[in-house]
């Protein structure tokens, strides 16, 4: 097993992502997402879309950039992840959270923490991106891929993040206790190496359908009395 994956994937790891919802509050403010089974369909569209459709492909092959060197791949993928989103909210947040990881991972363990590791994390991908920023996927893939950690487990690493955080925002927008959120984050744990094995099996490049998720995102600013940025 490798911890540096544990570590990245702790809730307390300061990504910033206890700031946004990806449009669940926006959501439960209207009525669209109101009970456990809404809940549970929201849950299975970011599953099967946002993460199976663009997010995971997004780090399944900007894992394979990195561990290639090819850089010029990377930056069309991180640019291609932006223009895909229609909600400067969410380009914002990813942005934001995507450079939150690198900097964080940098500094606990860059070459400069770790004076003989056998695989040094700078590179010039973290050097290149902690100047440019990287999409939120992007960095994920960028951090994993220098830490050795293995392609699949990067990507099924980053839905149960992406998961988590949705249930913990759940937890704070709607009545929802913990056994509840818990059991549906349990049940879509179970549908990720499904979910991972299409990605791998495809290796497409990344795609976007969400409407409804989407028009979330762009609402939120409308809220009256806002928990979250997104």
């Given at each position: ?94 942005r ?69 955080a ?7 927008l ?16 179970d ?40």
């Open positions: 097993m490798n911890v540096a994956l544990l570590h990245l994937c702790d809730s307390s790891f300061p990504l910033g992502s206890f700031a946004y919802s990806d449009g669940l509050e926006s959501a439960t403010s209207d009525g669209g997402v109101a009970t456990v089974d809404d809940l549970r369909a929201w849950m299975d569209v970011c599953l099967d879309e946002t993460i199976g459709r663009m997010d995971g492909p997004a780090v399944w092959r900007a894992w394979h950039a990195v561990a290639i060197e090819d850089w010029s791949a990377l930056d069309s993928l991180d640019e291609e992840l932006i223009a895909l989103r229609p909600s400067s909210a969410a380009r914002k947040s990813s934001a959270m995507g450079q939150r990881l690198l900097t964080t991972w940098s500094a606990l363990y860059g070459a400069h923490r770790r004076p003989c590791p056998e695989r040094p994390f700078d590179s010039p991908a973290l050097e290149s991106s902690l100047r440019a920023g990287r999409t939120l996927p992007v960095a994920f893939a960028i951090v994993c891929a220098g830490r050795d950690i293995e392609r699949r487990d990067a990507v099924e690493a980053y839905a149960y993040t992406r998961l988590a949705t249930v913990s925002a759940a937890m704070r709607m009545a929802l206790g913990q056994t509840s959120a818990h059991a549906l984050l349990a049940r879509a744990l549908r990720i190496p499904a979910v991972v094995d299409d990605i791998a099996r495809r290796d497409a490049r990344i795609e976007s359908f969400t409407p409804a998720l989407d028009i979330a995102a762009m609402t939120q600013q409308y809220v009256h009395s806002r928990l979250f940025r997104t």
